[in-house]
T-cell receptor
Framework: DQQVKQNSPSLSVQEGRISILNCDYTNSMFDYFLWYKKYPAEGPTFLISISSIKDKNEDGRFTVFLNKSAKHLSLHIVPSQPGDSAVYFCAASGLSGYALNFGKGTSLLVTP | DAEITQSPRHKITETGRQVTLACHQTWNHNNMFWYRQDLGHGLRLIHYSYGVQDTNKGEVSDGYSVSRSNTEDLPLTLESAASSQTSVYFC????????????FGPGTRLTVL
């Protein structure tokens, strides 16, 4: 049973606009959340994270928002660039120690 | 530069054969993890280790085993490969705690015929 859900398999955004990727989780024991970015034929690379004691974390063009009551987090990319085109995975930890529970991923395409 | 490597990058094997996938990291990280990625499932945890001689089962551990005899390596063994184990396998490592970043290797694409 998927405990981290990314319900949008794909998203297309124009260059310069905002990309918003969404993620929901079902288990309130999760207390640390991450976003990873993955290009084809490569391993996932860490993008940004947020602890459950915060509701926002920002790093350059990337911001993650956490709404604990709704068990929802989102990744905002502003402005979007063609190089951001990749699969984005939402992940959470807190159940199996430090191991990560991943969503299925959202494929982002940023068009010029 | 410190890194995490996986070998082989691609492997084709037959049903019933034993297969070992290698994972080697040079960061001296305590934690190491194995995940598999399948279409429609994202990445799922197979096994993990928090240090030498420590191993733990993950969500999809049936048919897999690991051993941790040193800090740098966590090989993943498929005891008797099955077609359902055709997948892309990723190894990851992190330093110590929960908030330490997990760094992933480039992956091994395994096909079981």
């Amino acid at each position: 049973d998927q405990q981290v859900k990314q319900n949008s398999p794909s998203l297309s955004v124009q260059e310069g606009r905002i990309s918003i990727l969404n993620c929901d989780y079902t288990n309130s024991m999760f207390d640390y959340f991450l976003w990873y970015k993955k290009y084809p034929a490569e391993g996932p690379t860490f993008l940004i994270s947020i602890s459950s004691i915060k509701d926002k974390n920002e790093d350059g063009r990337f911001t993650v928002f956490l709404n604990k009551s709704a068990k929802h987090l989102s990744l905002h990319i502003v402005p979007s660039q063609p190089g951001d085109s990749a699969v984005y995975f939402c992940a959470a930890s807190g159940l199996s120690g430090y191991a990560l529970n991943f969503g299925k991923g959202t494929s982002l395409l940023v068009t010029p | 530069d410190a890194e995490i490597t996986q070998s082989p990058r691609h492997k084709i094997t037959e049903t019933g054969r034993q297969v070992t996938l290698a994972c080697h990291q040079t960061w001296n990280h305590n934690n190491m993890f194995w995940y598999r990625q399948d279409l429609g499932h994202g990445l799922r945890l197979i096994h993990y280790s928090y240090g030498v001689q420590d191993t733990n089962k993950g969500e999809v551990s049936d048919g897999y085993s690991v051993s941790r005899s040193n800090t740098e390596d966590l090989p993943l063994t498929l005891e008797s490969a099955a077609s359902s184990q055709t997948s892309v396998y990723f190894c990851a490592s992190s330093e110590n705690g929960q908030t330490d970043t997990q760094y992933f290797g480039p992956g091994t694409r395994l096909t079981v015929l």
